[in-house]
């Protein structure tokens, strides 16, 4: 008795959802926005820059005439929120924003719904970093990690572009570059592409396996032999916030994030920022509209709006993120497009966990 | 009693003692459960010591439980030995006396991130400090003292918020004491040193355990102090286990989970122990 009505539960959960789907795809993009103006509300599960993000979607709120709600949160408890609702038959979120190399561990069919109602653009990107979402998810926000300088220091011909090059500098200049290992991904980024580099070890391959993991020796070997010359800072905001002070001359960084924070008049803003030669891990984030989302009319014409160029020349000025549209204006990038090409993926779990656990043991913890 | 009186002395204990119990129980319960591979978050649960057995191993996870024994202990002292003088000179009230009392507990009401990040701005390489260093000739140029090796900047994080704490229960323990037992002792003879030695000392020793004990507990199980100021080649435990929980990998954060709970356990039943001889000359 107890297994039939499981079943029978099971079932109309499930077809309860693929029939909200379907009814979006099946609807004129002009009836969608008309559902989405009844339903009038829609809550966005969005983990960093929440109030900067209220801020923005004002303007999606004034057009629209639909409420925006973002809750507090973390991208972990966002993603934890997301499997507890998933066996409710409607949940509490609508649209639902993930780091773009997470989409890898989500079993994107089963969560998320396909966003063919939207109308067609072949301007958005669906396929980043490595990693193709599908019809499941669209980037809203580009990220890029580099090197943030200070140009009162150092010019744009003495930049290192390698590690060779990195090594000379922290030589010459010693305690005047700085990275974190934790706290942010700017620095592991760096300490990962030198490792890269310097042992030539497969970051295609998401081994962990000890001799993938043996591979990288010499990048260890590498940082250690120049330990003294270098400082490890606390975190991403730290180490900008010591150039800003004029402490550190170079630090690793995410355009974004530095992007955000001259906007805000919080650091300098004369630092710039670049992307080395030898390559340093860009990213973004994504959004996608969860298979029970209580409103996905207005998900789906919040999305449609999110990843529109407008919005994204917007995000572009205001918080420094590589457009996610190619229609969009990226003048106000902090770096040129041509620079993009030096972008690198990053590396896939378990690999990265391990070779993170490595670094902070034999280079972190040998200071 | 029977077992009637048995069931209403259960009954009456449940609402308060029964929900701490429950309450703590499970959560204890669970992080040693999973510590050894039950209540899995991903993947099935099966019973293995095998997350023990790498953590066992693993330099991060040794260099983390000495380095956040080390500061639980420092703290734990520094705190109850700057208390103890602000104590004895609080005990008799005097006119400003609860201003200065006020004051010196104001770190109460301050949040330790709040702490750690307006010590740190003070400590910056172009912080108050160095510029004052510089300005009065002691120093050339300015010098980095954020994230220092020793975690100097983290005991005295720990100091500054944990002193008053030891203050409030030594100044009720010392308030306790007697004028006649004092005067008595006085009359006999006994100098300062004899006074604390063989009476307040003694006479406290319950006080400065409780303040020792919870000190100690609260530094173990440090992360805000250490991830804003504290060392950057040593991870506390709480920080190893954000980082386990971070990566996913929720079997090895109970593991540091439950590694804190023991060390918190044990380290404050030694540190008791301890103080007891050393205040009582007697371990009872």
């Known amino acids: ?367 | 009693m029977t077992a009637r009186q048995w069931i209403t002395v259960t009954l009456l204990l449940m609402p308060g003692l029964g929900l701490i119990v429950w309450l703590i129980g499970t959560v204890v319960y669970i992080a040693f459960a999973q510590s050894f591979g039950l209540y899995n978050i991903n993947g099935e649960s099966a019973l293995t010591t095998a997350y023990w057995a790498d953590l066992l191993g693993n330099n991060i996870y040794l260099r983390s439980v000495r380095y956040s024994t080390y500061i639980g202990v420092m703290s734990a002292i520094f705190s109850v030995v700057l208390a103890y003088p602000l104590a004895i000179w609080l005990r008799k009230p005097f006119t400003g006396s609860m201003t200065i009392g006020s004051i010196l507990k104001a770190p109460l009401l301050v949040h330790g991130l709040v702490a750690a990040f307006l010590f740190v701005n003070v400590i910056s390489y172009h912080g108050i400090l160095n510029q004052f260093m510089q300005w009065i000739g002691i120093w050339d140029g300015p010098h980095r003292l954020q994230n220092d090796n020793n975690a100097i900047a983290v005991l005295i994080l720990q100091t500054w918020k944990n002193m008053p704490f030891a203050l409030l229960l030594l100044t009720g323990a010392l308030q306790g004491i007697s004028d006649d037992v004092l005067d008595a002792a006085r009359d006999l003879g006994a100098g300062s040193w004899a006074r604390f030695r063989k009476i307040i000392a003694p006479l406290t020793v319950s006080g400065m355990q409780a303040a020792i004990v919870i000190i100690f507990i609260g530094a173990v199980s440090d992360f805000a102090f250490q991830v804003i100021a504290g060392p950057i080649n040593r991870q506390s435990l709480a920080q190893l286990m954000v980082g386990y929980k971070g990566r996913g990998d929720w079997n090895s954060a109970a593991v540091v989970g439950a590694t804190m709970i023991i060390v918190a356990l044990f380290g404050s039943a030694i540190l008791a122990g301890l103080s007891k001889i050393v205040m009582r000359g007697r371990l009872k």
């Open chain 1, 1 to 367: 008795m107890i297994k039939k009505l499981l079943i029978s539960t099971a079932v109309i959960v499930a077809t309860t959802q693929m029939a909200a789907a379907a009814d979006l795809s099946s609807m004129s993009w002009d009836d969608v926005v008309t559902q989405a103006k009844e339903e009038g509300e829609l809550t966005w599960y969005v983990w960093y820059l929440t109030d900067d993000l209220r801020r923005a979607a004002k303007t999606f709120e004034e057009e629209y005439g639909i409420t925006v709600t973002i809750p507090e949160g973390t991208m972990e408890g966002n993603l934890e929120k997301l499997y507890a609702d998933k066996a409710r038959k409607t949940g509490d979120i609508d649209v639902f924003a993930l780091g773009w190399d997470s989409y890898t561990s989500v079993d994107l069919s089963a969560m998320f719904m396909p966003l063919t109602a939207l109308p067609k653009d072949d301007n958005r990107v669906s396929d980043l970093a490595g990693i193709d979402a599908g019809e499941y998810a669209f980037a809203f926000w580009g990220n890029q990690t580099g090197i943030a300088y200070d140009p009162t220091h150092i010019t744009g011909d003495d930049l290192p572009q390698t590690p060779k090059e990195f090594a000379a500098f922290w030589q010459s200049h010693p305690e005047k570059f700085g990275f974190n290992y934790q706290n942010g991904g700017s620095g592991p980024s760096y300490y990962q592409n030198i490792l890269r580099v310097v042992s030539g070890a497969d970051f295609s391959d998401p081994s962990d396996s000890k001799e993938h993991l043996a591979a990288l020796q010499p990048g260890i070997d590498f940082f250690n032999a120049h330990a003294e010359n270098y400082v490890i800072t606390a975190s991403n905001a730290d180490s900008i916030t010591r150039i800003s002070d004029g402490e550190l001359w170079m630090a690793p960084a995410w355009e974004d994030h530095l992007a955000g924070l001259q906007n805000r008049g919080e650091v300098r803003k004369d630092i710039k920022f670049y992307i080395p030669e030898m390559g340093m891990n860009g990213g973004g984030n994504g959004v996608s509209i969860p298979l029970n989302a209580p409103h996905s009319a207005a998900a789906a014409v919040f999305i449609n709006w999110l990843i529109s160029p407008e919005t994204q020349t917007v995000f572009n000025k205001e918080f420094g993120t590589a457009p996610m549209n190619a229609a969009a204006d990226d003048s106000f990038a902090l770096i040129p497009n041509a620079m993009r090409k030096y972008s690198t993926v990053s590396p896939n779990k378990p690999f990265r966990s391990a070779m993170e656990a490595k670094f902070t043991e034999e280079v972190v913890q040998q200071r």
